[in-house]
């Protein structure tokens, strides 16, 4: 069985370790005690966890074949005569898209929007550590 300790879990989570331990001491979150004391969290556990923390940034998902949404800030554009690229920054996560200028520019972005990434891939590629 996978166990992460509290700071693991917290990483995975993308929260701080102290929200972990309140979590895990409301009782929202289940932890036992390993043969050094240390709280430990299951892995199967911590992933119900997260998938109740999963939300719709934008109130679209039940409109969509695309299930990977993710909310963010656009932080860099670069445009050409046809292309641009946009970067958006949805927490610690960089997502890059190539669109059309035209779309670009009917979408109204600029660095600093908050903007909605929608991901649809036939092809992910899954690695462990």
Do not use: C, W
Request: without cysteine; proline residues 2%.
């Amino acid at each position: 069985m996978t166990a992460f300790r509290i700071g693991e879990a917290a990483e995975l989570l993308g929260v701080s370790a102290d929200t972990v331990r309140r979590l895990v001491d409301s009782g929202r979150l289940r932890a036992h005690r390993d043969e050094h004391d240390h709280r430990m969290v299951a892995g199967a556990d911590l992933a119900a966890y997260a998938r109740t923390q999963a939300d719709d940034p934008d109130g679209r998902a039940d409109r969509s074949s695309a299930r990977n949404r993710m909310r963010g800030i656009v932080t860099a554009i670069v445009k050409d005569t046809v292309m641009a690229q946009v970067d958006i920054q949805a927490g610690p996560y960089r997502v890059v898209s190539l669109m059309s200028r035209e779309a670009v520019e009917e979408l109204g972005l600029d660095v600093g929007s908050v903007a909605v990434a929608v991901i649809k891939s036939t092809n992910v590629v899954v690695e462990r550590d």
